[in-house]
C-alpha cells in the first residue's frame, strides 16, 4: 500500500488512522456477533445499543440538555435546508394557525456559498417569505463572501416571530466563521435576537471540533458528519423539543405536507430507527467519539478548540509572510478566517498549480480551493494533526522564499 497522503480535503475528509484500523474489524465482526456492521440488521439489540451511546457521547461531549433531542438521519447537510423550512413552517401554523405565507417570515443570514442555497431553498420551497437579515456581500468592497458582519455595522436586522432565523456557522467554500468567543464583533448577534428566537444554525463544518456557543439557545442545529466526524451519510440533528411538531395535523391546518423521513416527529418517534440508517457511518462516527471521550474526556471539546486554533494560527502566520512577500493573498477579511478552512489565492500566472504541484510532490492532497472559487483551500479537521500541519506551513515559507527570491 502507498504511504498515507496528508489529506487536506474539504470533505470527506481525514479520520483517525487508529479509528479507521478498528473500523476494518469490525467490517468483519461488530461487536463480536460474528457478523460485520455492514451486514447487520439496524434493528438488532447490538446496533441499537451502540446508537444509544453515540447519542450519549455526543449529548456529553457537547453538553447537550435534555430540553433537546438528537436525531440521526440522512439526506446531508443539503437535506436539512428543506427539512429546517418545512418542520418550522409547522410548527409555525400550529402556533399561529390564521397568518397568510406573507406573514410566515423566515430570516436568513448569508454569509457564503452555503447559507445561500439554503435561503434560495426556503423562497423555492414557498410557505412563507424570506427575510434576509444580513447578507456579507455588501460589507465586502469586492461584492464577496469574504467577511462575517460586525455588530457593530447594524448589519442584523431580524424579524419579529419569525418561524426561523438560520446562519451557517462556518462557510466551507469561502472560509469565514463567526467567531466562536461571544463578545468579538463577528460572533454571531445572539444579543440582537428577540426573546424564543428559533435558531437554526448549520455546523456541517465544524461540528464536534469545539463546544457550540449558545447551544442551548438553539431550536436546531444540524450537521453532516463527514467533516470531523466521520464517513459521509450521517446527518446529526439536536432539536429543541418544542420543535419536533405533529406535521399532519399542520397540514390539514394549510402547512406545506412534509415527507416522512424527513419530518423531525418520525425521527423522534422511532428513535432515529424509522428506516434504515447509514449504519456504516454511525458506525465510524462512534469510534471517533469514543476517541475522543478516551483521549481528553468530556472536556474534548474545549481541547479540540484549542488545537483547532493553534493549527489555523499556524497557517494564517505563514500566509501572512506569503501576504507581505506578495506571494499570497488571502480571500478573506482578517478578522472573519476560518478555523476549520483557510482560503487564500497565490498571485501570478500559473504560481497556483505550481504551489499545487509542490504539494502533491510532497504527498499532500486535497489543497486546491472549491471549483466556484478556486485558489488553496486549507482543511483543518479534527483529524488533521500539528505536526501534519507543520509539513504543510514549513512548505508554505519553503515557497514563498523561493518565490521571492526569484522576484528579487
Ligand atoms: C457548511 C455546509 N453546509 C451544508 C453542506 C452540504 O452538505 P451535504 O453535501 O452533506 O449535503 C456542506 C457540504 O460541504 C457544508 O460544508
Known amino acids: 500500500m502507498p504511504a498515507r497522503a496528508l489529506n487536506f480535503g474539504a470533505g470527506p475528509s481525514a479520520l483517525p488512522e487508529s479509528v479507521l484500523r478498528q473500523a476494518g474489524e469490525g467490517l468483519l465482526n461488530f461487536q463480536d ?19 444509544q451511546g453515540v447519542e450519549s457521547d455526543i449529548r456529553k461531549l457537547l453538553k447537550v440538555p435534555n430540553s433537546h433531542a438528537i436525531l440521526f438521519t440522512q439526506g446531508g447537510g443539503s437535506a436539512q435546508f428543506s427539512a429546517v423550512v418545512l418542520n418550522m413552517l409547522a410548527r409555525h401554523h400550529e402556533r399561529y394557525p390564521a397568518l397568510e405565507p406573507e406573514q410566515r417570515v423566515m430570516d436568513y443570514v ?50 419579529k416571530n419569525p418561524v426561523l432565523i438560520y446562519y451557517c456557522a462556518n462557510e466551507t467554500v469561502d472560509g ?43 431550536a436546531i442545529i444540524y450537521a453532516g458528519v463527514q467533516k470531523n466526524l466521520g464517513p459521509a451519510g450521517l446527518t446529526v440533528l439536536i432539536v429543541r423539543k418544542d420543535c419536533i411538531v405533529d406535521v399532519d395535523k399542520a397540514a390539514q391546518n ?15 418517534d422511532h428513535q432515529s430507527l ?4 447509514p449504519v456504516l457511518s454511525i458506525y465510524i462516527s462512534g469510534l471517533v467519539l469514543r476517541q475522543m ?39 478573506v477579511r482578517n478578522d472573519s478566517g476560518s478555523q476549520m478552512n483557510v482560503v487564500f489565492d497565490v498571485v501570478g500566472e500559473g504560481k497556483l498549480d505550481q504551489f499545487i504541484a509542490g504539494t502533491e510532490a510532497r504527498n499532500m492532497k486535497g489543497l486546491r480551493g472549491h471549483r466556484s472559487v478556486g485558489g488553496v483551500r486549507v482543511s483543518l479537521y479534527n483529524a488533521i494533526s500539528e505536526s501534519q500541519v507543520q509539513t504543510l506551513v514549513d512548505y508554505m515559507i519553503e515557497f514563498v522564499e523561493a518565490e521571492s527570491a526569484v522576484a528579487q
Open 176 to 218: 469565514v466563521e463567526f467567531a466562536r468567543e461571544e463578545g468579538n464583533e463577528t460572533s454571531f448577534p445572539f444579543h440582537l435576537l428577540p426573546e424564543d428566537s428559533p435558531l437554526v444554525g448549520d455546523y456541517s463544518s465544524s461540528f464536534m471540533s469545539h463546544p457550540i456557543p449558545r447551544l442551548q439557545n438553539h
Open 110 to 159: 448569508i454569509t457564503g456559498s452555503w447559507s445561500d442555497k439554503a435561503t434560495k431553498e426556503a423562497r423555492r420551497l414557498g410557505g412563507g417569505t424570506v427575510n434576509v437579515v444580513a447578507d456579507s456581500r455588501k460589507f465586502s468592497a469586492q461584492g464577496k463572501f469574504d467577511n462575517i458582519p460586525s455588530h457593530k455595522n447594524d448589519a442584523y436586522k431580524f424579524s
Open 274 to 277: 424509522y428506516n434504515t440508517p
Open 254 to 268: 394549510g402547512a406545506i405536507p412534509i415527507p416522512l423521513c424527513t419530518a423531525y416527529r418520525t425521527l423522534a
Open 293 to 331: 471521550m478516551l483521549e481528553f474526556g468530556e472536556d474534548a471539546m474545549e481541547k479540540y478548540a484549542a488545537l483547532s486554533a493553534s493549527k489555523s494560527a499556524k497557517v494564517y502566520d505563514a500566509l501572512k509572510r506569503g501576504e507581505q512577500k506578495g506571494v499570497f493573498k488571502s480571500k
Open 33 to 51: 456477533t460474528g457478523i460485520g456492521i455492514a451486514e447487520i440488521s439496524h434493528r438488532s439489540k447490538e446496533f441499537k445499543t451502540y446508537l
